[in-house]
């Protein structure tokens, strides 16, 4: 069986970016604009040696705004329900915003292994971030670079056991 990693976090923090840079191809929608419809995705991940399934969550729905909430965290909960190992990802740069609350919650309550990957950290920013995030209760952070593909060994290694 082929293990299943589940790419969680609040909208803009890089779940699309680290999807394609694990499939290898422009599969999944990455824009800035809140509001822009961004679908579910699968794709089969090549991370070093490793070989995995790969679900980006997305769930933002421009036409009907009253259920956004309800609709991002459904499709969450699904992944989360499918996945053998949650990355569950923020913006180290930003720091924890009260958006990335929620989904925290729902990765603790899962129970599923996770690992805590604090994008944007690229040149070593996002140290304060990063620290902010141990509070998560979630694990050590893993400082990480979607964009610019730093920190991979250590993702690799973290989700190594899993794969
Ligand atoms: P998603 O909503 O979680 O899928 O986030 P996206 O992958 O669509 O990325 C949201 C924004 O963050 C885009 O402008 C990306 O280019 C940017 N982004 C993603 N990863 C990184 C990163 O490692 N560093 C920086 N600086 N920006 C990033
Ligand atoms: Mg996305």
Do not use: W
Request: aromatic content about 4%.
């Amino acid at each position: 069986m082929t293990a299943i990693v589940a790419l969680i976090g609040r909208p803009n923090v890089g779940k699309s970016t680290l999807f394609n840079r694990l499939v290898g191809k422009k599969l999944a929608l990455v824009d800035d604009r809140p509001g822009v419809t961004r679908d579910r995705r699968e794709g089969d991940a090549t991370l070093g040696h490793l070989r995995f399934k790969v679900i980006d969550t997305a769930g933002l729905e421009e036409a009907d705004k009253d259920s956004l909430a309800g609709r991002m965290r459904a499709q969450t909960e699904t992944a989360i329900a499918q996945a053998d190992v949650v990355v569950f990802m923020i913006d180290a740069r930003l720091g924890l915003t009260p958006m990335d609350q929620p989904f925290a919650d729902l990765v603790r309550r899962s129970g599923k292994p996770v690992i805590l990957l604090a994008n944007k950290a690229e040149g070593k920013k996002g140290t304060d971030g990063i620290i902010e995030s141990y509070s998560l209760g979630l694990g050590d952070p893993v400082p990480f670079s979607a964009e610019h593909g730093e920190g991979t060994a250590d993702l690799l290694e973290a989700l190594a056991p899993y794969i």
